[in-house]
């Protein structure tokens, strides 16, 4: 059986999607992360991140790394010290840090989205995870990632409102008309006009 088997064997026998397990990954440095951070990390699919945020993984949980037990080693490199302690992230840092791809890395992007993941504070230290992508990237521009954030952010910010926004406001627009509070004009758009004609009643 596969990883992904596995995690889908797991999680149909009531497996705790949302657990979270301490590792000492080297000389009193320890991260603390969950079953979905490992997935990103591992490049596995949309449908295994879909099931692990159906059953309850938390997709804004931050990975937390402490390196308090190591603190002597960075005697007099203060400053490594302070950054080795802001190494962690959520689901989406996770994704960002795994360098996407291809399309199959797009749909765990909305996958994550539409599991109410957040695009503000997804590492220490960075605001956005548009800036945080640009930083990250190895092979600028981004490109479909990037676009899609920002589209998801000028709609709100969340999947919800960049899916159903639009619809939203065409139907606003369509009342607006039938009471006569909006008329279409010469600089509408033809497809405009065609949403908002009596014909689609």
Same mark, same amino acid.
């Given at each position: ?7 889908? *064997? !797991?999680?149909?026998?009531?497996? &705790?999607?949302?657990? /979270? +397990?301490? +590792?000492?990954? $080297?000389?009193?440095? +320890? ?15 949309? /449908? +295994? ?22 603190? =002597? ?12 302690? !802001? ?12 360098? =996407? ?18 695009? &503000?504070?997804?590492? @220490? ?12 990237? $190895?092979?600028? @521009?981004?490109?479909? @990632?990037?676009?899609?954030? $920002?589209?998801? /952010? %000028?709609?709100?910010?969340?999947? $919800?409102?960049?899916?159903?926004? =639009? ?6 627009? /369509? %009342? ?9 004009? =010469? ?10 004609? @009596?014909? *689609?009643?």
């Amino acid at each position: 059986m596969s990883y992904e088997d596995n995690i889908h *064997l !797991l999680l149909e026998h009531g497996a &705790d999607a949302s657990y /979270r +397990t301490t +590792t000492d990954i $080297r000389l009193g440095i +320890t991260v603390t992360w969950s079953a979905l951070h490992c997935a990103l990390q591992n490049s596995l699919s949309a /449908r +295994t991140v879909s099931m692990l945020l159906a059953a309850g993984a938390d997709p804004n949980a931050m990975i937390v790394v402490n390196c308090n037990a190591a603190k =002597p080693m960075f005697q007099g490199r203060e400053d490594e010290f302070r950054q080795a302690n !802001l190494h962690g992230g959520t689901a989406i840092a996770s994704w960002i840090k795994n360098e =996407p791809k291809n399309e199959g890395d797009i749909r765990v992007l909305v996958e994550l989205l539409r599991g109410g993941a957040t695009l &503000d504070n997804v590492v @220490p230290n960075y605001s956005h995870a548009e800036e945080y992508l640009l930083e990250v990237s $190895r092979h600028p @521009p981004p490109g479909l @990632p990037l676009a899609l954030m $920002r589209n998801v /952010r %000028a709609a709100g910010g969340t999947w $919800r409102q960049y899916v159903y926004g =639009p619809v939203h406001a065409m139907l606003l627009l /369509r %009342a607006l008309r039938a009471s006569g509070g909006a008329e279409v004009g =010469p600089a509408t758009s033809s497809y405009v006009a065609f949403a908002l004609s @009596p014909d *689609l009643e």
